[in-house]
């Protein structure tokens, strides 16, 4: 049976948006929001989160720790190396990439990319055009094997699959479309600035989800309604 897992990269720092992972809304933090939605797709066996060696993060491990998810400590920069790590830890076939800034993942995106990666015997698969801060990405142990042997280039260390983006011809990758109601690539629902958090909390806050994750469309069509109405 092959093994998925969910590793969601948080860490406390940052230049825009300092401890963003644990700014809550509606009562949850942003990370808890995200293990939420990783946790509702079927493909996924189980999450991980994976956070730094620093002394920052020990806020990330016990919000971890308290979310009952796994938890890997690594390097800072070279975030590749965090992922290896973890996966010779854990040993998933399948690794599905979120960042824990996103508390609106799209669920069925993650089991759409993980279908067509096995299907079709990927080594990385990621859908396209979906609102920034709604997509994850789906890529093989072997496949992050490899990458971590081969990126040398800072960037290629601190972007864990930018490699394989680069280098579209050395691995078998696909970028499918998702349904058209989700084709919004302008859109922007991660949190990375006050102006976002204020922005997404808002759009949850319009729609009650106390009975589990709510599909992103729905968020979507609450957007387009808002709009209509400006």
């Not at 860490?11 to 992972?21: E, F, I, N, Y």
């Not at 730094?52 to 720790?65: F, Q, S």
Request: aromatic share 6%; hydrophobic share 40%; glycine share 4%.
């Amino acid at each position: 049976m092959t093994l998925t897992l969910a590793f969601l990269q948080a860490r406390m720092r940052s230049t825009r948006l300092p401890g963003k992972v644990l700014l809550t809304i509606q009562g949850r933090s942003i990370l808890e929001r995200a293990v939420e939605r990783l946790r509702a797709a079927r493909s996924v066996d189980g999450v991980a989160v994976l956070t730094t060696n620093l002394e920052e993060d020990e806020a990330v491990v016990a919000e971890a720790r308290r979310l009952a998810v796994e938890v890997y400590r690594g390097p800072d920069r070279d975030v590749l190396a965090r992922f290896r790590q973890a996966a010779d830890v854990f040993r998933p076939d399948v690794i599905v990439r979120a960042t824990a800034d996103n508390p609106l993942i799209d669920i069925g995106s993650i089991d759409r990319i993980t279908h067509t990666l096995r299907s079709k015997s990927l080594d990385y698969c990621m859908e396209r055009d979906l609102p920034f801060g709604a997509a994850t990405e789906a890529v093989t142990y072997p496949a992050l094997e490899r990458v971590d042997r081969l990126a040398r280039q800072p960037h290629h260390r601190e972007h864990v699959t930018i490699y394989i983006k680069e280098h579209r011809d050395d691995f078998r990758t696909e970028y499918p479309f998702p349904p058209e109601a989700l084709r919004h690539p302008d859109l922007r629902i991660t949190v990375d600035t006050p102006e976002d958090f204020a922005f997404v909390t808002n759009l949850i806050a319009a729609i009650p989800d106390t009975g589990g994750p709510i599909p992103l469309e729905t968020y979507l069509n609450r957007i387009h309604l808002s709009s209509s109405l400006c």
